[in-house]
């Protein structure tokens, strides 16, 4: 059964560069896409981009001047970095797996708070 | 880019009854590609359905969708207690880029 942990700090300051991890174990990171989604506290769910295994990478227009992502597939990890943070970032960040088949995320991480204050 | 509308916003109901909950987007989903979640407190969101009408993994045979086009529709015949959740929908189009509607918050009455 396939497992997504996130990793990484819990608080970043503004106008710094958050950066998270995804593990992922139990299974392959061949042949889906890998994704980043996050949630405001009570709000709803922003998809923030995602990048396959080959390193093709498609993000959210609306961030995606701040955004990078990468993938390690020796280490089985996918990483996320979001430059010139605000309070607006603050946000549960989750790492999703979705099959290239039907464009559903079928496996999700338990997501990491992440709070961008002084 | 494909907005999705989910309402009503809040519904109030009790156990046994059966629930609509609707999905409508700004402009035709390609190829029905449009997905249902359902999120609990504290917990991140499940996949419910997906290619508008097809079950996930585990999901109770009460849970069912349909739709095509713009129109799409999460049907839970009998509300068990476990179903007392937030219900999201989620399209991808040819941009490509995923989107989700705003939720749907079912609650017991």
């Known amino acids: 059964q396939v497992h997504l942990q996130e990793s990484g700090p819990g608080l970043v300051k503004p106008s710094e560069t958050l950066s998270l991890t995804c593990t992922v174990s139990g299974g392959s990171i061949s042949n889906y896409y890998w994704n980043w989604i996050r949630q405001p506290a009570g709000k709803g769910l922003e998809w923030i981009g995602r990048?396959?295994?080959?390193?093709?990478?498609n993000y959210n227009p609306s961030l995606e001047s701040r955004v990078t992502m990468s993938v390690d597939t020796s280490r089985n990890q996918f990483s996320l970095k979001l430059s010139s943070v605000t309070a607006a970032d603050t946000a549960m960040y989750y790492c999703?797996?979705?099959?290239?088949?039907?464009?559903?995320?079928?496996?999700w991480g338990q997501g990491t708070s992440v709070t961008v204050s002084s | 880019e494909i907005v999705l509308t989910q309402s009503p916003g809040t519904l109030s109901l009790s156990p046994g009854e059966r629930v609509t909950l609707s999905c409508r987007a700004s402009?035709?989903?390609?190829?029905?590609?449009l997905a249902w979640y359902q999120q609990k407190p504290g917990q991140a969101p499940r996949l419910l359905i997906y290619?508008?009408?097809s079950r996930a993994t585990g999901v109770p045979e009460r849970v069912s969708g349909s739709g095509s086009g713009t129109d799409f529709t999460l049907t839970i015949s009998r509300l068990e207690p476990e179903d007392f959740a937030v219900y999201f929908c989620?399209?991808?189009?040819?941009?490509?880029?995923?989107?989700f509607g705003g939720g749907t918050k079912v609650e017991m009455k």
């Open positions: 989620q399209q991808y189009g040819n941009s490509p880029r995923l989107t």
């Open positions: 999703a797996r979705i099959s290239p088949y039907y464009y559903a995320a079928d496996v």
């Open positions: 290619s508008a009408s």
């Open positions: 402009q035709s989903i390609p190829n029905s590609y």
């Open positions: 990048m396959s295994t080959s390193g093709t990478t």
